[in-house]
């Protein structure tokens, strides 16, 4: 089994910038793929930023430029650094884990999952 606890989430302003943090416990050493996921009230899970083991990165569209994930193997932590926060940026943010190489941006190729953390952009 593994578990994922986010933080970092929080309030800021149209420009600002936030950092995200997943620490995974458990079984970590058989995950392959992470991965940060978000949802807004009333819209689907979408995926915004993934990475593998071996450090392949996929962004979609909407962040690339902005975000940036990053992992550090010895902490078994994963990051989601994000600049020029806009106001379209406001859900809650998870992060997942799969046991797969694939460095998906689609949630219905991960197992483990966190309870998500607020990010709220104000204009």
């Known amino acids: 089994q593994v578990q994922l606890v986010e933080s970092g989430g929080g309030s800021v302003q149209s420009g600002g910038s936030l950092r995200l943090s997943c620490a995974a416990s458990g079984y970590a050493s058989s995950i392959y793929s992470m991965g940060w996921f978000r949802q807004a009230p009333g819209k689907e899970r979408e995926g915004v930023a993934a990475?593998?083991?071996?450090?392949?990165?996929r962004y979609a569209n909407s962040v690339k430029g902005r975000f940036t994930i990053s992992q550090d193997n010895a902490k078994n932590t994963l990051y989601l650094q994000m600049n020029s926060l806009k106001p379209e940026d406001t859900a809650m943010y998870y992060c997942a884990a799969a046991g797969n190489r694939w460095y998906s941006l689609a949630p219905n190729v991960y197992g483990y999952w966190g309870q998500g953390t607020q990010v709220t952009v104000s204009s």
């Open positions: 990475i593998n083991s071996v450090g392949s990165m």
